[in-house]
């Protein structure tokens, strides 16, 4: 079907409750009221495997009705989109099956624990396109002003020739040795550890604000506590990286470092990138979310050097439908735009961004860096998917 929002509004579900769910509810119930967006959605539905705790759940965030079997959900004819907000493991048969029920998709990143999954989806995606159906990948940091605005200054040309990408994402939950197993550190849910759930970030803000793809990488990874004690006392193997540390060379002939850890001690949401071209470098840090530092080195040396910009006016991306200049946004801020963006496109019949192919570039990067680390980080190209 082409548009499957009727008469103006967009039945929504959301599977799973858990940070991403809440934020994720928290986008939906507000995007709407902010920016002028051609769907209304309707909370129609949320899924999750424990009734009580998801009737709790719905309750709280506004949602009508509960289903405890996700096939439920993509089956119902008052659902038009999936929104997955579960660990990773079930993001691939929850979106190959919604996709086929002619749902459109929002899926929480890494697109997929494997490049194989990553890849049917992104098929799946481009088969259920031609029929009006919609993907996207929830890379929420494009949706920062701060960084969306970084990338008009690398597209507009205020960098000039982009040579260098310095990209980190440091938070510190996991630097206590007796912080509690989780899902996060099982790889047959969540894939791999650092990497995937940070690196996935970073990659994707490097190629989204240079307008580049990463050609190659070289790179470790390292888990410093093997094994850890969940809530019942019992001990478990970590299966997955606790940091990832690589190099990169980009399409365009940068170069890029890059490093995701959760043992940062003090670092609590560091996601920063550096860029350094022939006009002009850039800098950001998530901790700072609404400043962006710009050095324009076309200005004169006397007097040039790095200054702050604050992202807060309404010529910067998104800032127009929020509060009067200079008062600031917050980490959910982006996922309302996410949506915001969502409903644009779906309301339009476009493509919204980041798509499954772009989802599948960044988990062809994410299992490069894995494939290298595991051959003495050795160089590994990495395949462009052709989009
Ligand atoms: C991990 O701690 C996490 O919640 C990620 O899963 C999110 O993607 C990131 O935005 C914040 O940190």
Redesign the pocket.
Known sequence: MTDRGRAGTLGVALIGHA??GAIHSQAWRTAHRFFDVPLTPRLVVLGGRDERRTREAADRFGWADVETDWRAVVERDDVDLVDICTPGDTHAPIALAALAAGKHVLC??PLANTVAEAERMAEAAERARAHGVRSMVAF??RRVPALALARRLVATGRLGQVRHVRAV?L?D?LSDAAAPMTW?LRREQAGSGALG??G??IVDAAQFVTGAHITGVSGFTETFVPRRRGQDGAEEDVTVDDCAVFTARLSSGAVATFEAT?YALGRK?G?RIEVNGSRGSLAFDFESMNELWFHDGDEPSATAGFRRIVVTEPEHPYLAAWWPPGHGLG?EHTFTHEIADLLTAIGAGEDPEPGFTDGLRVQRVLDAVQRSAADNARWTPVPFAAG
């Open positions: 940070f991403m929480e990143k929420n940091y994402y938070q939950w996060r759930d940070l996935a970030h959760r949401n996601l980490y």
